[in-house]
T-cell receptor
């Protein structure tokens, strides 16, 4: 079975500051990991994904994440927060035989203060 | 444009009624999913289907039913047995379930019991 834990249900940063959203995973097989963003009353949009090709993954809107097997982590970062980054962010994991749906964390709401 | 269409965007249900949420995709994806989203609980899997005429229960299937008669359609019925149906419902599709491919999401349906 797979699971993800997102540390911090709400993170608040100043505009221009570093964004760090934490995700730790649990998986008995090599995982595929994803970060999604959700704006109010909308669906989820993929930010980036890890599929074992490279441990540092770059995504859209300046976000990136690093897969660290030793720490079972896949934290999301952005060097400089923008007001438009305010949203909810979800980490997700899947893997294994190919018959396993994505399992999502509970989400982290990011607020950006001017 | 390819994508996933959920309808309606807002839905109101009276106590004891069954309601059906529509989900259509033109991405030619094999796998389709229904998730329920409640504040602070992330996305929880209701049902999923990886092939036409076949589907599996997710973590919270009680009080819900689905069908998959066509590859592009995966409607969800919220029955009167679902005691707390007020939530945001998200439909997703995926090209090959579990092989590192991302899920694509619709814009969601917000269901409210009145």
């Amino acid at each position: 079975a797979q699971s993800v834990t997102q540390l911090g249900s709400h993170v608040s940063v100043s505009e221009g500051a570093l964004v760090l959203l934490r995700c730790n995973y649990s998986s008995s097989v090599p995982p595929y990991l994803f970060w999604y963003v959700q704006y109010p009353n909308q669906g989820l949009q993929l930010l980036l994904k890890y599929t074992s090709a490279a441990t540092l993954v770059k995504g859209i809107n300046g976000f990136e994440a690093e897969f660290k097997k030793s720490e079972t982590s896949f934290h999301l970062t952005k060097p400089s927060a923008h007001m438009s980054d305010a949203a909810e962010y979800f980490c997700a994991v899947t893997g294994g035989s190919g018959n396993t749906p994505l399992v999502f964390g509970k989400g982290t709401r990011l607020s950006v203060i001017a | 444009d390819g994508g996933i269409t959920q309808s309606p965007k807002y839905l109101f249900r009276k106590e004891g009624q069954n309601v059906t949420l529509s989900c259509e995709q033109n991405l030619n994806h094999d796998a389709m999913y229904w998730y329920r989203q409640d504040p602070g609980q992330g996305l929880r899997l209701i049902y999923y289907s990886q092939i036409v005429n076949d589907f599996q229960k997710g973590d919270i299937a009680e009080g819900y039913s689905v069908s998959r008669e066509k590859k592009e359609s995966f409607p969800l019925t919220v029955t009167s047995a679902q005691k707390n149906p007020t939530a945001f419902y998200l439909c997703a599709s995926q090209n090959r379930a579990g092989y590192g491919t991302e899920a694509f999401f619709g814009q969601g349906t917000r269901l409210t019991v009145v």
